[in-house]
């Protein structure tokens, strides 16, 4: 099956300070990738849809200056958390299609805590 | 509103015991489903989904679900459940048919006791 590579695992962060996440798809090109947040004991929001070489498409409430996303490559979308506060302290996780009308497979996931 | 409703939070059944989650949908045309299984503190695993034709899809670990139309339903079954079963599971609908862009439900965390 398709794997997704989720780096770091876990990170914790100073408030203030931005932190990077990198998602990978690897043995796979991957033209889409999702970010998702999720917070204890809730469900996956989406929040972002990000696609090779364009722009991601936030949902509705996501900031995209807070949230910066990066699709640089086939195999490669990048999540910045800028100037982190402790309520963006969450569960990230990335997703990554080939092509359309198949499933997404997902990483699994980055803990983030911003003290 | 188009919705993905779970409407057990938590449930808990005796290990042996069948199990059966439910996962209701609010959208006009019939999306692809899934149900995922996660673990605390992990990513999510694919257990089955449902893109079309049979009904009744067969997954991973002996889970079983059934799409049914009629009542915009998709439950999870599994027959005999094992300890290692315990888990947080989330149905998650696909609305645009186009792979990836998920909606999920809140949710319904599972206790297995002995």
């Known amino acids: ?115 | 509103a188009q919705s993905v409703t779970q409407p057990d939070i938590h449930i808990t059944v005796s290990e042996g015991a069948s199990l059966e989650l439910r996962c209701n949908y609010s959208y006009g045309a019939t999306p692809y489903l899934f149900w995922y299984v996660q673990s605390p503190g992990q990513g999510l695993q694919l257990l089955l989904k449902y893109l079309s034709g049979d009904t009744l899809v067969q997954g991973i670990k002996g889970f079983e679900a059934e799409f049914k139309r009629s009542q915009s339903s998709f439950n999870l079954r599994k027959p005999s459940v094992h300890w290692s079963d315990a888990a947080e599971y989330f149905c998650a609908v696909d609305p645009y048919n186009q792979g990836g862009k998920l909606i999920f439900g809140q949710g319904t965390e599972l206790s297995v006791k002995p």
């Open chain 1, 1 to 115: 099956g398709a794997v997704v590579s989720q780096h770091p695992s876990r990170v914790i962060c100073k408030s203030g300070t931005s932190v990077k996440i990198e998602c990978r798809s690897l043995d796979f090109q991957a033209t889409t990738m999702f970010w998702y947040r999720q917070f204890p004991k809730k469900s996956l929001m989406l929040m972002a849809t990000s696609n090779e070489g364009s722009k991601a498409t936030y949902e509705q409430g996501v900031e995209k200056d807070k949230f910066l996303i990066n699709h640089a490559s086939l195999t490669l979308s990048t999540l910045t958390v800028t100037s982190a506060h402790p309520e963006d302290s969450s569960f990230y996780i990335c997703s990554a299609r080939v092509v359309p009308n198949t499933e997404a497979f997902f990483g699994q996931g980055t803990r983030l805590t911003v003290v």
